[in-house]
């Protein structure tokens, strides 16, 4: 049975610093991983998408790498800032035809002017 | 990307009473999936929606519980019955899109039964 693992399970950092998240998989035959950013009581937004034969990703200030052998994921964040306080999930799809996301529980992270 | 909408966002329910949440896609999609997610609690799959079939269910969620319907290729409705105040959740539909099925999702219903 897969299992997402994030940690750490918050986070609290100054303004400016780089941080990075970590996801674990149990079972690394995923077909993709996604990574996403929940504000407090909100729906999810879909930050960054890696497919299982990639690497790495990156949109802007952040970058997600996959090492599917091993089964872990990193987010990393450059240059925080307080705009980035949210909840980052990490997502792991089994197959192309389910559909089924399996989430971890995610980092809450807060940035402090 | 893909915008969808769900109604209603949030709502306040007595417990025995029935809340039918809507998702509306703004294109069409082959399937469309039903998530809770339980207060300080990550998300869990309910069920997949695909049109012109029975939605199929994952452990632990039952029809009788939260039937869903899918009268086409851009609309899913959600009804969460009998409610108690263990269903207190947000509710969130969610649909693929592209080639490596990107998964997006709605703003949510947030759910409180009192």
């Known amino acids: 049975k897969q299992e997402v693992t994030q940690i750490p399970a918050a986070l609290s950092v100054p303004e400016g610093e780089n941080l990075v998240l970590n996801c674990s998989f149990t079972d690394s035959a995923i077909y993709n991983l996604q990574w996403f950013r929940q504000d407090p009581g909100k729906g999810l937004t879909s930050l960054l998408l890696i497919q299982s034969s990639q690497r790495e990703q990156t949109s802007g200030r952040l970058n997600a790498s996959l090492d599917k052998s091993s089964g872990r994921s990193t987010l990393y964040i450059a240059a925080s800032q307080p705009g980035d306080s949210a909840t980052y999930l990490c997502a792991v799809s089994i197959s192309s035809n389910t559909g089924k996301l399996i989430f971890g529980q995610g980092t809450t992270l807060q940035v402090k002017p | 990307s893909a915008v969808i909408s769900q109604k209603p966002s949030r709502d306040i329910c007595q417990r025995g009473t029935s809340l039918t949440i809507q998702c509306q896609v703004d294109?069409?999609?082959?399937?469309m999936f039903w998530y809770r997610q339980q207060p300080g609690q990550s998300l869990t799959l309910i069920a997949t929606a695909n049109q012109g079939s029975e939605a199929t269910y994952e452990s632990g969620f039952v029809i009788d519980k939260f039937p869903i319907s899918r009268p086409n290729l851009t609309f899913s409705t959600l009804t969460v019955s009998n409610m108690s105040p263990e269903d207190s959740s947000i509710y969130l539909c969610?649909?693929?899109?592209?080639?490596?099925?990107?998964?997006?999702f709605g703003q949510g219903t947030r759910l409180t039964v009192v």
């Open positions: 294109s069409q999609v082959t399937m």
């Open positions: 969610s649909v693929e899109r592209g080639l490596y099925t990107e998964a997006f």
